[in-house]
T-cell receptor, first 115, second 113 residues
Framework: DTGVSQDPRHKITKRGQNVTFRCDPI?????LYWYRQTLGQGPEFLTY????????KSRLLSDRFSAERPKGSFSTLEIQRTEQGDSAMYLC?????????????FGPGTRLTVL | DQQVKQNSPSLSVQEGRISILNCDYT??????FLWYKKYPAEGPTFLIS?????DKNEDGRFTVFLNKSAKHLSLHIVPSQPGDSAVYFC????????????FGTGTRLKVLA
């Protein structure tokens, strides 16, 4: 399977714990994005990387959130001191810069439940 | 501030008929629009896109129409099939090479056999 993969698919944690999610993009894609989706809403942009550089972070991404993409390959999203409001589906997407417009391909997501 | 709006949360259509899903946007800087389909427990799957220099784009059973003056786009599915039953999201981005999509809240399509 050469699509975007995410691990784990589900995570249940207690409030105050730290969690880390991983995303493996399509291998030749140089852009990687993180989105969050809550019930009844569309995905909301969190941050994106071009190769290993994190080029923008949304205001949704509080200082408890940190994302990395070492070596421009896989990426991790860590949430420290989780809160119940962090419960959501966390989606990763990747794209290849080729021309002016490039569709993003999404992974299956990691569903986080904070108790 | 919801820049991309899908005002119909749900839509039911008979198999073989046309499905029309609508999307409105407010930001005139948007110049690239996409439709994604999402099944439960899966990530969104890209369906079709259109840039602002066009007013129509077709791909098989799927056609997207863009009306820039009305800031409105629609997705037509003809003929509709039961496997099309899913949540459909429209998304928009602004500026050539831009990086982030702004999504609508989705429309749940149910195609009745």
């Amino acid at each position: 399977d050469t699509g975007v993969s995410q691990d784990p698919r589900h995570k249940i944690t207690k409030r105050g714990q730290n969690v880390t999610f991983r995303c493996d993009p399509i291998s030749e894609h140089n852009r990687l994005y993180w989105y969050r989706q809550t019930l009844g809403q569309g995905p909301e942009f969190l941050t994106y990387f071009q190769n290993e550089a994190q080029l923008e972070k949304s205001r949704l991404l509080s200082d408890r959130f940190s994302a990395e993409r070492p070596k421009g390959s896989f990426s991790t999203l860590e949430i420290q001191r989780t809160e119940q409001g962090d419960s959501a589906m966390y989606l990763c997407a990747s794209s290849l810069i080729q021309g002016s417009y490039n569709e993003q391909f999404f992974g299956p997501g990691t569903r986080l439940t904070v108790l | 501030d919801q820049q991309v709006k899908q005002n119909s949360p749900s839509l039911s259509v008979q198999e073989g008929r046309i499905s029309i899903l609508n999307c409105d946007y407010t930001n005139s800087m948007f110049d690239y629009f996409l439709w994604y389909k999402k099944y439960p427990a899966e990530g969104p799957t890209f369906l079709i896109s259109i840039s602002s220099i066009k007013d129509k784009n077709e791909d098989g059973r799927f056609t997207v129409f863009l009306n820039k003056s009305a800031k409105h786009l629609s997705l037509h599915i003809v003929p509709s099939q039961p496997g099309d039953s899913a949540v459909y999201f429209c998304a928009a981005s602004g500026g050539s090479g831009t990086y982030k999509y702004i999504f609508g809240t989705g429309t749940r399509l149910k195609v009745l056999a």
